[in-house]
Structure formats: C-alpha cells, structure tokens
C-alpha cells in the first residue's frame, strides 16, 4: 500500500532521511516512535508530500507520490492526515470542517457531504457537537474532529502526527479510542506516537527512528521484549519507565 | 462683514456639493479598483511567485517612498512626454488606485501571513487546490486581520484625494481654492471644506474602530 525505497530528505545541510526502506501493507497499523528530531514526523509528512524528498521512492499504491507528474489532489483525497496541533480551521463549525473537502474535492453536494459530515462526527463521539466551533471544543473533541475530517474523505490510509502529544492527560484516551476502532474496521495507518501501551495493543508493526535512520521494525510483542539495537533498548527504558 | 460672506458661502454651496460629488466619484473609483488590484498583488506576493515578487516589492517601495503629489505629477505632466496624454480625472483615479493599490497589498500580506502554516497544510492535506486554500481557508481567517486597517485606508485614501486638485480636478478641495479667490476669508472656506471631508471619514473611522473590536473577539459564534 505504502512502500519507501531509498529516501532521502534534507533540510538544507541537516539530513534528516538517511535511506528509509520501508513497505507498509494494506489494513496494517504501524506505529513509528523515537527521540524528537529523529525525522518520524518528516516520515509521514512525505507520504502525502507535506514535505519534498530529495532521493529515492515513495509509492502509495503504485503511485509515485514525488513524481512531478503525480496527481497531488486525488492522491490526498486518499490520504487522511491527522497534525499534532489539529489544525481546524477556526472559523467553521465541526460539521464545516469535516464538510469541507468533501464538497469541493470529492464535489459531492451539501447534502451528501452533511450526511456523511454527520456519521463520521457521530462516529468520532461528537454527534451533538456539529454546531460547534473549534474555540468552543476542548483539545480531545478538536482532535476528534480532526480524525473525522479525515474520515469523511473516506480515506484509505490515514496517517497521525503526535495526536495525542498536544492534548491533557484525561483527553487522551477519547482520542486514542477513536483510533483503536478506526484500526479494528481494517484502516491503513501510520501512527507517530509515543503512546506505547497503544503500540503494544493496536499495531502490527512498531518500528524506532533515530537520527534519520529506521533502526529496527518489529511486530510489538518483539519490539517491546526484545528490542535488537542498544539505542532501543536506551529509548524504550526511558519511555517505559516514567 | 462675517453675515455678508456667510451668505456668500451658502449661495457657493452648490458648487461645494459638486467638488465634493467629485472628490467621492475619483476616491469611491480609485478604492474599487485600488482593493482590487491591491489585493491581487498582495496574494501573488504571498505566493512568492519567482520575479513577480521582487518586482511588486519594489514597486511597492518605490509608491511608498515617494510623494503622492509627485506620482500625480508624474502621471500627468511626464506620461505626455512618452505619448501617453490623460485628462486630469483618468489620471487622478489612475495615481490614487496605484497609491492605495500599494498600501493594501501590504496590509494584504500582513492578512495572509498572519494565518498559521498548520491552517495551509490541513488544506493541502485534504487535497484542496492552491484557489480552493486561499477561498475556503487562508482568506475567511485573513479577512479579520485584513478588514480594519483595510477601511482605515479608505479613509487615508480620500482625504489623500485633495492632493489631484493640484493638476485641475474639480474636487472639494479645488472649490475651496477657487472661492476663497472671491470670498477671501481662508478660515471660513477651508473650514467647510474640511468638515463635508469629515462628514464622509468620520462614518469610515467608526466602522474601522467597530470592526477592530469585533474581529478580536474569537471565533465563538453560536455559542449559548
């Protein structure tokens, strides 16, 4: 579904992708963690070519993604991207916001896309919000409704920068939640996150970045027992322990 | 002598209507098309288009940096020389559009890039188009940044009209320098002449004032 071949990525001098390998299979869930600055976030902000790469492949079910040819537009309609910040847009309601692209991507009407605006906010546990604006949503609902402005795309991957590293401790589990269902119905994800007890429970595959590199991919009941590299091993100790 | 040039002035009010019929038809054309095009040099500098935006930069600069009176001069006693002859009005509207064309471009970028990067890559990320981002998402954000200093401008804009009475349009301030040729009492006319300019800024500075207020408020309409 999601296959890297030899990417590279600089920011200036700064390389921040040293050669990622990586294939990513359809209804899998990866979960990606490491240090901050390991270039995790880069990672999956160069699926949907939030960011350039400058060496190497990215495929997206057997679409170039960073071929200047590539249709941009229909290949993030398929692609739902959930930012650490949320990012909604502050001046429309919840069902604004989830409504949005729908209309004028997928061109379906006000009608359709209010319907389907409505199911996934219900979905999301918001039901009763969709009259809201972002202001007046605590950091979980925001975030909620982030994933179900994703959603509403109808997305076959969907891909999460740190939701939950913005939110308060009592909000992070609505969210989590939300992701946890989202994973069971067989969505594609890419999660960043260092929610490990949601690694160790959801995903197929967690794999460490440092420095740029992927040190180590393995299913979770491996990664957490027997993590093969020292840097790791150092990761995960501090992480766990706290 | 106060009652006799009074009665002089009231009968000389028709004529200050007209000036001030012509100071509101080259500021209302000049703030059309200066929102306008202002707007559309202020997107493409905040698109950074490669040329275009050094270019408009500098122009920009250039108006910003040089006399009003010079520019109209400029346009129309210097443009002739080139083979391009204007009547006094086009040729206001023209120097008036272009000087508040530069101003609002600034006030424009400012809008634009007062909204937060996260707002342009939730767009991008949903596969919306560069036209659709700046409708739907960076524009309705910037408009509360953009819209105050935008109706201050306005109001900089028509007082600034009294300078094209300098090359023969007949506006407001031109009919004070005319009557007081013939009711040489300076006071008198010039007053009148700044309260009718009053009289259509002072309804723009309260809108300018009340739209401050309102776009400070955050976006929590709806709210019980």
């Not at chain 1, 996150?193 to 197929?204: D, K, Q």
């Amino acid at each position: 579904m999601i296959e890297f071949k030899d990417v590279h990525k600089w920011f200036g001098e700064l390389h921040v992708l040293k050669g990622i390998n990586l294939k990513i299979d359809p209804a899998e869930v990866l979960v990606v963690c490491g240090p901050s600055g390991s270039g995790k976030s880069t990672l999956i902000r160069c699926i949907n070519r939030l960011e350039r790469i400058q060496k190497g492949e990215i495929l997206v079910d057997t679409m170039k993604v960073h071929d200047s040819k590539a249709n941009m537009t229909k290949l993030r309609a398929e692609i739902g991207f959930v930012f650490q910040q949320f990012n909604l847009y502050p001046h429309m309601t919840a069902l604004g916001n989830v409504t949005l692209a729908p209309m004028k991507v997928r061109k379906l009407s006000k009608k359709e896309a209010e319907d389907r605006g409505r199911e996934v906010l219900e979905k999301v546990g918001l039901g009763d919000r969709i009259g809201h604006y972002p202001a007046q949503l605590s950091g979980g609902q925001q975030q909620r409704v982030a994933i179900a402005r994703g959603l509403c795309m109808r997305p076959k991957i969907m891909l999460f920068d740190e939701p939950t590293s913005a939110l308060d401790p009592e909000m992070i589990n609505e969210v989590l939640e939300v992701m946890r269902n989202l994973a069971h119905e067989g969505m594609t994800m890419v999660v960043v996150t260092h929610e490990m007890g949601f690694a160790r429970e959801v995903a197929h595959r967690v794999g460490f970045m440092d420095f740029g590199e992927l040190m180590e991919i393995a299913p979770p009941g491996e990664f957490f027992t027997h993590p093969k590299s020292d840097r790791t091993k150092l990761f995960l100790s501090k992480i766990l322990t706290h | 002598m106060w009652s006799f040039y009074i009665e002089q002035l009231i009968v000389s009010l028709p004529f200050f209507f007209k000036g001030l019929g012509m100071t509101i038809a080259v500021s209302g054309l000049s703030l059309a098309a200066g929102t306008v095009l202002g707007f559309v040099w202020g997107i493409a500098r905040a698109k950074h288009v490669r040329l275009l935006k050094p270019l408009l930069g500098a122009w920009v600069d250039i108006v910003r940096g040089t006399p009003f009176l010079v520019q109209v001069f400029i346009i129309f006693f210097l443009l002739p020389e080139v083979g391009i002859q204007l009547e006094a009005f086009p040729a206001a509207v023209i120097a008036l559009s272009n000087l508040s064309a530069c101003f609002i471009c600034e006030i424009v970028v400012a809008g634009i890039s007062a909204v937060p990067s996260g707002q342009r890559e939730a767009a991008t990320s949903s596969g919306l188009n560069w036209f659709q981002q700046l409708r739907y998402v960076i524009l309705p954000q910037s408009m509360r940044v953009i819209l105050p200093p935008l109706v201050g401008q306005y109001v900089l804009l028509i007082k600034d009209s009294s300078v094209v009475s300098a090359i023969g349009v007949v506006d407001v301030t031109r009919v004070g320098w005319l009557t007081v040729q013939r009711i040489p009492q300076g006071l008198l006319v010039f007053g009148l002449v700044a309260v009718l300019y009053f009289v259509i800024c002072y309804p723009l500075i309260q809108l300018s004032n009340s739209l401050e207020k309102r776009m400070s408020v955050s976006y929590t309409r709806g709210k019980e």
